[in-house]
Nanobody, 122 residues
Framework: QVQLVESGGGSVQDGGSLRLSCAAS????????MYWFRQAPGNEREGVAA???????YYAGSVKGRFTISRDYAKNTVYLQMNSLKPEDTATYYC????????????????WGQGTQVTVSS
């Protein structure tokens, strides 16, 4: 059974940084596409960043240059480093697997984590 467990969310001020972690079990992240999505209240869930099995990375335009997705094979964990955070980044962030190519599609995702809340205040 595949499980994804996110951590690292919290509250920061405008311009601050956070690093989210997604620990995977039942799935070897080496060679797997992994994704970060987010959902703000009243909004649809949207793709934020993804990393392919070969190491190609993909970012939403709104976070490009501020967020970095990476992975640690030894820990079987995917990370999302978020710098220069803005109030509009406030959302619940989800790790996912099996969502298709590029940033992925919500409808195609096979596995979701439980989410971690990120709140950015001005």
């Amino acid at each position: 059974q595949v499980q994804l467990v996110e951590s690292g969310g919290g509250s920061v001020q405008d311009g601050g940084s956070l690093r989210l972690s997604c620990a995977a079990s039942g799935l070897i992240i080496r060679g797997s596409y992994m994704y970060w999505f987010r959902q703000a209240p009243g909004n649809e869930r949207e793709g934020v960043a993804a990393i392919s099995g070969g190491g190609n990375t993909y970012y939403a335009g709104s976070v490009k240059g501020r967020f970095t997705i990476s992975r640690d094979y030894a820990k079987n964990t995917v990370y999302l480093q978020m710098n220069s955070l803005k109030p509009e980044d406030t959302a619940t962030y989800y790790c996912a697997a099996g969502c298709g190519y590029g940033l992925g599609r919500v409808s195609e995702c096979g596995t979701w984590g439980q989410g971690t809340q990120v709140t950015v205040s001005s």
